[in-house]
């Protein structure tokens, strides 16, 4: 079994984290060709990737509390499972239907891992070094969606569409068989109640009742959102109002990428010298910094890429520092409901960012501005909030 601490459980777990962004950014390149030899239109094919998202949200809420009463490894091995076969069912499917079905199937599986994989990391580590651990994670992680694509689009090139998603099958198997193998279990102590639907709603509420807790989440949710944010509006704005070719995107798309990496390996320097808590502070700045930045450059009248591009590299920059360190700092007053805490936080994330992605999308019609504008409401609020809750954050445990 892998022992913690070692590099070899930090690259499964941030494998484990990022089984998500694998099954989608991996298939990206041939979904025109999905549309193509499945007889579908680009809107119904979209539907694959907005499927997903909804799967991967409500599954979310489920994995940890119930992982809090059977063990991680257990529960990790029925999402990993049933992720494998819904990937076997993506890559063989006859139709356009029959994948939107499987897909959300594919995402139900997702979720597991990446609730879970945080359960794991308050397991076994505390304080500077769970955020740490969560940083390390996320350099790993980080590089899925700088090479996804690429390798899916080379799959698609010699195999067709069906190649980009026989390899996510094949991961997924190679994944489950790691964990079954070599992961071991890392709950300290089981919930002992019967896990009934009252007892699952109120094992939340300790999670929910504690102030520090909600803080974090805010945090982290603002963070994450400005990531959506990109991903809704940054291939409209480039593209069509820049006018880059999607090679020229795919490159951006990566440079944007290693920018979150570059802001892990920056945070993992800070959270050492400076804890948690202020590391965190340090990305936030970031955030605000970027948000602000491309608003003040679109409004200035910046009529190039780079207005767009160098603000977002300087927003995930700090996604890097305080993503990581939020979830850390969310997750490590619990000890017995470290599943609860990761599912809702999870859950939370999820819908309050495909709530602003889904807006934003309403707007994009007017140009580049209003996903400035966005970015620097979710880089702003998340500053603000950590500025606020200074003293909620005093009240709890310094790391």
């Known amino acids: 079994m892998l022992k913690p601490g070692t590099i070899a459980l930090t690259a499964l777990l941030a494998t484990l984290q990022a089984v998500g962004p694998i099954a989608t950014d991996t298939y990206l390149p041939s979904l025109p060709s ?55 069912a993506c890559a063989v499917a006859s139709s356009i239907e029959l994948l939107i079905v499987a897909r959300f199937f594919q995402a139900l599986g997702a979720a597991g891992p990446v609730v879970l994989s945080r359960s794991m ?59 079954i193998f070599r992961l071991p279990e890392t709950i300290r102590e089981r919930v002992p109640e019967r896990l009934t639907p009252k007892s699952f709603l109120w094992g939340f509420g300790p999670v929910i009742s504690d102030a520090g807790y909600r803080v974090h989440v805010a945090i982290v949710c603002f963070t994450y959102a400005g990531i959506f944010v990109f991903i809704s509006g940054g291939s409209f704005v480039l593209q069509n109002v820049y006018g880059l070719s999607s090679v020229v995107f795919g490159l951006v798309f990566g440079m944007c990428a290693l920018s979150y990496v570059a802001g892990t390996l920056l945070g993992q320097r800070l959270l050492q010298r400076l804890g948690v808590a202020r590391a965190l502070g340090v990305g936030c700045c970031f955030l605000a910094a970027g948000g602000t930045a491309m608003v003040l450059a679109l409004v200035v009248g910046i009529d190039h890429p780079a207005a767009v591009v160098v603000p977002q590299m300087i927003y995930l920059v700090g996604v890097g520092q305080a993503l990581p360190q939020g979830m850390a700092g969310a997750l490590m007053p619990f000890t017995k409901r470290a599943g609860a805490a990761s599912s809702l936080l999870g859950f939370t994330q999820m819908v309050f960012s495909a709530g602003v992605g889904t807006v934003l999308g309403l707007l994009l019609h007017r140009g580049a501005l209003p996903m400035a504008l966005f970015l620097a409401v979710c880089g702003i609020g998340a500053l603000a909030t950590y500025l606020a809750s200074r003293n909620v954050r005093a009240r709890g445990p310094q790391w």
């Open 34 to 88: 999905i549309a193509v030899h499945l007889d579908a239109s680009i809107s119904t094919v979209q539907l694959t990737l907005s499927v997903f998202l909804i799967g991967f949200a409500l599954a979310q809420i489920v994995y940890g509390p119930v992982s809090d009463r059977f063990g991680r490894k257990p529960v990790l091995i029925v999402g990993l499972a049933l992720y494998c076969a819904a990937s076997f």
């Open 121 to 179: 990391v308050r397991d076994l580590y505390e304080g500077r070094r769970a955020g740490t651990e969560l940083s390390r994670m996320g350099t790993i992680m980080g590089l899925m969606p700088a090479v996804a694509p690429s390798i899916g689009g080379v799959l698609d090139l010699f195999f067709g569409w069906r190649g980009p998603l026989f390899a996510v099958f094949a991961l997924a198997i190679v994944i489950l068989l790691l964990v």
